[in-house]
């Protein structure tokens, strides 16, 4: 039996974190937690919160720190997460959220925490032929379309460009990932807790490539 995992992913918008999360959660058996996810089914469900929300996203913005905390403290509580671990995809995205994460794992920390690094001209071709399901958030490009007709393969939803993958936001996006995430990276190594790998490749190739680098990172820890 694979051991669970406790792992942060981190990585520019358009890394390839989104697909290679859900890989390593059918890996690892552990649920994988994208708060991006979390805020675009408040979006779609037309809640309050979700009208907030849309605010931020949909100009490129981050939704600040409290709210997100918020939000994964109540996920992380679940007991899913207890026993085998989880995959957090997209947070935490500032050194503000970084020692709340800290704060909530206590005692047990996460094992490690991987930047998924593809150069930006990558990224920013990536990301302006990327499409996803509206209703289960499978990832698409338009190089790697869906079997029929922008039909979702998994569930059979519309698969459309996210409104916060056109030029300005993504611009925008970018340059937040820049000012606010990178001090992470250093925040994960001054713990050495960081984790580099390079998510350039096929998808099937970056999968093997990160399973590898976490399990020999653990086995040298333990
Ligand atoms: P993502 O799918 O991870 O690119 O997230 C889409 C959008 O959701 C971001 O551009 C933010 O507006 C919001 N968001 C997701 N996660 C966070 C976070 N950890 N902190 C702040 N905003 C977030």
């Known amino acids: ?33 994208s708060t991006g996810d979390i805020f675009r089914a408040a979006v779609k469900a037309g809640t309050e919160f979700g009208e907030k929300a849309r605010e931020y996203m949909d100009d490129g913005d981050l939704i600040p720190d409290e709210v997100v905390i918020g939000v994964v403290t109540e996920r992380l509580d679940r007991d899913d997460t207890k026993n085998r671990g989880f995959i957090l995809d997209g947070f935490p995205r500032t050194v503000v959220q970084a020692d709340a994460l800290d704060e909530m794992l206590k005692p047990r920390a996460i094992d490690v925490a991987v930047n998924v690094e593809v150069p930006t001209e990558v990224v920013l071709s990536r990301l302006a032929g990327r499409r996803v399901c509206e209703d289960c958030g499978a990832n698409y490009s338009v190089e790697r379309p869906p079997k029929e007709n922008w039909t979702c393969d998994v569930c059979g939803g519309e698969v459309v460009q996210r409104e916060d993958d056109i030029e300005a ?31 350039v490749g096929h998808p099937d190739e970056v999968t093997a490539r990160l399973i590898r680098a976490i399990d020999v990172y653990r086995e040298q820890r333990v």
Do not use: D, N
């Not at 992913?9 to 690892?28: E, N, P």
């Not at 993504?170 to 960081?194: A, D």
């Open 169 to 199: 936001a993504i611009e925008r996006r970018l340059k937040h990932y820049e000012e606010q995430t990178e001090p992470l990276l250093v925040w994960f190594e001054k713990r050495e807790k960081l984790l580099p790998v390079s998510g």
């Open 1 to 33: 039996m694979v051991p669970g995992a406790r792992l942060v992913i981190l990585g520019k918008q358009g890394a390839g974190k989104g697909t290679q999360c859900v890989r390593l959660s059918r890996h690892y058996i552990v649920p994988h937690i």
